[in-house]
């Protein structure tokens, strides 16, 4: 029954029961009267996840070592000790960048150098060939996803990634080398080769003309060079649209990535250009050149020692 006069001890009434959002008897977060909970006075089990009076979470006063917690083992992304590849607390790994050769006229295939930057970051390389005094790089790593073609069919001489890469986008760009750099970059001359193969099931030749060779300071590998300075020296196959077995072609581990990446060969008629798979092999077939969602841009080019 309700009172017609409370008798109250405080925020709760004696006789009824009721309950007055006033003269709570708090204990840190929680009225011991009523129960009611307040967003203070919390006894935090530290970073266990809640409070011990009212069950609220928190993720918060972790007893960080280094970048594990002691208490709860949570790990953060910062504070990490490590030794060498990896964090001897929480056993996180991280590529380390290569070992850097300094003196360019000792450089020999398979050095790595930094030559240029790349979005405000060294920018390695590796030396792919050493001739005289001239040295082939090719980027460590792939830069970025591009197309090798805005639209329609093209081979290296007339796609738009080869005028992206000896422009404002890579060559010509102060962002990524200073006048000395671009200087000692050498303009070679590359062909532009395309891929034949033969459909197993009605012998459609499948043939892209090469287009005019080219003098770039800045390219892309072609599938020769790409099999020879990589040591390729395994076989990897290609099927037709009926699973038929086509040719055999070369594939390696070591050409692997961590994406697919563009040679500057072109094929199905021009309308595809030959890509390096996240598997080390090359896809002869290829990727439509107007793809810019997945493969991804190596450059290579010459330097004067």
Known sequence: MNCLIHKWDGCKCKRCGKVRDEQHDWEGCKCKRCGKTRDEGHDWDLCKGKCKRCGKACDEQH???GCKCKRCGKVRDE???WDGCQCTR???TRK??????EN???CMAGDHIVFGKWKGAPLYWTVLDAQGDKLLLITDECLETKPFHLSGAAAWDTCSLREELNGEYFYTNHDVFSEKERQAILETTNDSPGIYYQNVRNWEELYTNPGNDTQDYVFLLNVVEACKYFNVTGKGEMRDSMGYKAFEFPQSERLSAEFPWWLRNSTRKG???VVVTTHGMINYNGFTVSERHTPQV???LWIRK
């Open 63 to 65: 007893d960080w070592d």
């Open 79 to 81: 504070q990490h000790d």
């Open 90 to 92: 929480c056993g996180k």
């Open 96 to 101: 380390l960048p290569p070992v850097i050769k």
């Open 104 to 106: 360019l006229s000792a």
């Open 271 to 273: 309308a595809a250009a």
């Open 298 to 300: 190596r450059p290579a």
